[in-house]
């Protein structure tokens, strides 16, 4: 299925007539929230576990929706249509003052901490974009769906389909982050990777695609264009755009765990994994 029309069949409703948050609201919703007892992590509750979608390129703005989520809340079920607003609009506040700050520090590729927060000129798109790729959302059956849900950050209670952190997104929502807390490099603080990385590989598809993806960049000696050609071998199903958007999300959320950087652009582009990228994702773990 194409891109676009997956879009239109998963995006959640963020429409409104409010105006956008302003600044200080932003500031407010992305502060670090009081601490909370957090019980052991638990799975996702999705039915049959599949990989994140190819948009949910990177993990800081899951983050940033769980922080959101947080300081929406006193711990009671939100409305999801307001949960999913409110953390797309602050998102895009948010990406707007780092994208000005990565030009003015001239932060480039995966360096930049904009990528993934909705700051496309066409407004409304770029939020229900946001939702859907980094929020959760209700299929036609009732049952939660995206990427909170994926991870088991979030879940829907109720008739009304709420939302609710589970104990894992609290954890998450609570950890210090270099962007929204304290002046530091990268995406992720090294408390939101351990919590990442964790979640990511108790997802069995997506531990597989992520050590898929490791083991293509070892056996192509890092080379981007022989990535893609390995991709598109193993799955000839996959169109080329397919191909090019999975891995460069594979590389985003990996860039925001630390597990690789890119050198050059292209098809002469690098990939070098840090050490341990394997080991990051195998079971048992």
Known sequence: MAFGNQLSLEDPDV??????????????????PEARLVQPPRPSQLDEPTPLFVLTNRLFPIKVAC??????????????????????????????????EDEQ?????????????????????????????FTLHADSSGAARGPLAQLGLAELVGEAHDAQLTDTGWQLAAAASP?????????????????????????????????EFINFVEEAGGAQSEVDARLAIKHPDWSSTRVTSHRAAMLGR???????????????????????????????R
């Open 105 to 133: 520090a001239n932060r480039k590729g995966q360096a930049r901490r904009w990528i993934g927060l909705p700051v496309s000129a066409d407004r409304d798109p770029a939020l229900r974009r946001f939702a859907s790729s």
């Open 67 to 100: 922080r959101v989520a947080a300081n929406l809340t006193d711990g009671s079920p939100i409305a999801l249509r307001e949960l999913n607003r409110t953390a797309a609009e602050v998102a895009r506040s948010l990406g707007e003052s780092l994208r000005r």
């Open 254 to 284: 990996m860039s925001d765990l630390g597990l690789v950087s890119v050198d050059g652009r292209g098809d002469a582009a690098l990939i070098t994994l840090a050490a341990g990228a394997t080991a990051s994702f195998e079971e048992g």
């Open 15 to 32: 429409s409104t007539a409010e105006p956008e948050e302003r600044a200080d609201d932003s500031v407010a919703l992305l502060r670090l």
């Open 179 to 211: 962007i929204l807390d304290e002046s530091g490099e990268g995406t992720l603080g090294p408390v939101e990777r351990e919590i990442f990385t964790a979640a990511l590989r108790r997802q069995p598809s997506e531990r597989q695609a992520a050590l």
